[in-house]
């Protein structure tokens, strides 16, 4: 009959603390790191291997090492369970904790319902995607059409956990919504009034749009063409890097200003304000 040693007891901890650190989200480097520091103080000789679909864990020196392969289903970033994780992996490396207490801690851990509900965290979703917006100084509309992908997107990630077989569609499907969120925004919004148009060229040119001979056909650029009126401040009408003229400069609902920019900016905020006598 086979007996229990005391690394065969370190091993199936290793085993069980690695399983619990690449659940919770730690990073292969960081994962591996951590195992390494706990053989050590357990005087355990193991190597550590991580993937995001698996954990090798191997213990032992020469002919008689034996490693383990665990398959590991990453169950999402837990901050809390991560910091606690953390918390107890420090005392154990430290001798403070045994593995025994370690592993009924890994236990409870992993048994622990999360600290905030889902109705706090599906709203979260929306909050974090609406401030995003504001950050990057999106309108009132950005922001809540930004908000409402994230609700969206906060529903799925909620599907996504009962139904393994469905997380895996759960970044293509976010990002797909997301992507055809603006499209459709951008095609239902209205006409912007005016565009003010600061030196720039071929990144206007409309003929990246609507020229499938121009050099620049394909191009992703900015729709100045579309607002109901174009001011355009340049020195001159001279062709940009792809040496084509700007259809843009060209347009009925384009206003051009021939000048230094600077200047031309400060009449315009001038006159806005009632000052000089300006029209």
Request: proline share 5%.
């Amino acid at each position: 009959m086979q007996t229990v040693t005391n690394q065969d007891s370190a091993a199936v901890f290793l085993i069980q603390l690695g399983r619990a650190l690449h659940e919770a989200g730690f990073a292969a480097p960081q994962l591996e790191a951590a195992l390494a520091g706990v053989a050590e103080q357990l005087a355990v000789p193991a190597q550590f291997f991580s993937t995001p679909t698996s954990l090798f864990i191997s213990c032992g020196a020469g002919v008689d090492q034996r490693t383990h392969l665990e398959r590991v289903n990453p169950a999402g970033i837990d901050l809390g369970r991560l910091a606690d994780l953390e918390g107890m992996l420090d005392r154990v490396r430290d001798g403070r904790t045994s593995p025994a207490a370690a592993s009924l801690e890994i236990a409870t851990l992993a048994s622990r319902p999360r600290r905030y509900g889902r109705k706090l965290t599906y709203f979260s979703w929306g909050l974090a995607s609406a401030t995003s917006a504001v950050f990057l100084g999106g309108s009132l509309r950005e922001v809540a059409v930004a908000g409402f992908v994230g609700l969206v997107t906060g529903l799925a990630a909620f599907l996504a956990e009962r139904r393994p077989a469905a997380e895996r569609l759960f970044v293509p499907f976010a990002a797909a919504f997301a992507a055809f969120t603006a499209a459709v925004v951008a095609q239902a919004v209205p006409q912007v009034d005016v565009v003010l148009v600061i030196g720039a060229n071929d990144v206007v040119n409309p003929a990246a749009r609507t020229d499938e001979k121009s050099p620049i056909y394909g191009m992703p650029i900015i729709d100045a063409d579309k607002a109901r009126t174009c001011l355009a401040i340049k020195r001159s009408k001279n062709p940009g890097f792809a040496g084509i003229d700007n259809q843009l400069y060209f347009m009925d609902n384009t206003l051009m200003v021939f000048g230094d920019a600077k200047q031309v900016v400060q009449g315009i905020l001038s006159a806005l304000k009632g000052e000089g006598g300006g029209h």
